[in-house]
């Protein structure tokens, strides 16, 4: 997690980051199949998949222009997520930008199968598998 306000947040305010975990774990499949049809679908090869919270939580595309750009704002902040960025391999692990109220989180991980599998074992389309995670999302995220 990487706070962008200087001062300490409170820990009722960070909740998000346990439950983004949380769901980044009962959900592995699916988020390993989304990730993976999305970086085939993207032009720009350098986006991210994003999970934006406010003002119900929802995919975006992070651009790395954006994150770039973002690092330079907050003193080379997320440096450390850059680099992480520039070494996965999206064929194998999953990355995905948690943006919650003034944060950052990035949830990094192998899935237990291929992400490539994890599609065509999830047999949903594109919309479909979006549509199913972001209401799977507005149920369990109603604090934020």
């Known amino acids: ?27 592995e499949k699916e988020l390993s199949a989304l990730a993976w049809i999305l970086t085939q679908e993207w032009q720009d090869k350098t986006e991210t998949l994003g999970i934006d919270l406010k ?7 992070c651009s790395r222009i954006a994150i770039e750009e973002l690092n330079e704002k907050v003193n080379g902040n997320l440096q450390e997520i850059l680099g992480i960025l520039d070494g996965y391999n999206p064929l194998e692990e999953i990355v995905i930008i948690g943006i919650g109220e003034g944060q950052i989180k990035l949830i990094n991980f192998k899935p237990k199968i291929q ?30």
Not at 56 to 61: D, Q
Not at 116 to 144: A, D, H, P, W, Y
């Open 115 to 144: 992400p490539q599998i994890c599609f065509n074992e999830v047999n949903l389309e594109l919309n479909q598998l979006i549509e199913k995670l972001e209401n799977i999302m507005g149920e369990r995220f109603t604090s934020f």
């Open 55 to 61: 003002p119900k939580p929802h995919f975006v595309a």
């Open 1 to 27: 997690m990487f706070n962008l306000n200087p001062n300490i947040p409170n820990p009722k305010d960070t909740q998000w980051r346990i439950e983004l975990d949380q769901f980044a774990l009962t959900y």
